[in-house]
């Protein structure tokens, strides 16, 4: 999307550890205006594939996965990371390890909000390794609802997350696709459709 895209170039900057910060308008300070224009890309990428929910994880998906909740007309669900009690068995739970902070923590979501009859779009701002989403894959199969796509903002190519999710067969589009990037050059992979 050649929206963010140029968005990327002006505003993004690129930081040790193959880090693309993009603070200033996806993931600190929120863009509302970008953030729309995401959601109704998404809204257009998956509007035939019958969402019943979107589901994300916090705290970086949660902005675009509301605004692209808009389009669709369905509720947001994210999965928690903060330690949470899982006395009652009430809770779908999944080990996911940080990309930017480089370790393991729990993601936790409330049974009651996903089930077998969902068909649910994943959203999240960054496909990296695909931890995150590996996570939230997993919350999925626990709860027995069917994967209607996953979306990301911005996937990096160079890393094989999202080469793992095509192979595993979903239906994975990702509206800005970094190929390679340095302090001085970043490069995207045409976009598929
Ligand atoms: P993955 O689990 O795919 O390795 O990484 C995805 C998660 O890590 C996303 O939820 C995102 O918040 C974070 N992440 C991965 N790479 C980057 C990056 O280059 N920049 C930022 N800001 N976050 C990233």
Do not use: W
């Not at 930081?15 to 308008?25: A, E, H, I, M, W």
């Not at 600190?28 to 970008?34: M, N």
């Not at 705290?59 to 903060?82: D, E, M, Q, T, Y």
């Not at 192979?167 to 190929?179: C, D, H, I, N």
Request: aromatic share 8%; proline share 3%.
């Amino acid at each position: 999307m050649k929206l963010l895209e140029d968005r990327i170039l002006r505003d993004g900057q690129v930081r040790p550890g193959q880090v693309l910060k993009v603070d200033s308008f996806l993931n600190h300070q929120l863009d509302v205006e970008l953030l729309d224009r995401l959601g109704a890309e998404f809204y257009r990428l998956f509007r035939e594939d019958r969402v019943t929910k979107i589901l994300t994880i916090e705290a970086s998906g949660i902005a675009v996965a509301c605004l692209a909740a808009r389009h669709f007309g369905v509720p947001v669900v994210f999965a928690k990371k903060a330690k949470s009690k899982n006395l009652d068995g009430d809770l779908y739970t999944a080990p996911v390890t940080s990309y930017t902070y480089g370790r393991e923590y729990q993601i936790t979501l409330a049974k009651k909000f996903l089930g077998q009859e969902d068909r649910v779009l994943l959203l999240d701002d960054f496909l990296a390794n695909g931890k995150a989403m590996q996570g939230l894959l997993s919350v999925c199969h626990q709860a027995g609802c069917a994967v209607a796509g996953i979306g990301v903002c911005i996937e990096k190519g160079f890393q094989p997350g999202g080469k793992e999710l095509r192979q595993a067969g979903y239906k994975l589009r990702s509206l800005a696709t970094v190929e390679e990037m340095t302090e001085d050059s970043l490069t995207f992979r045409p976009q598929e459709e």
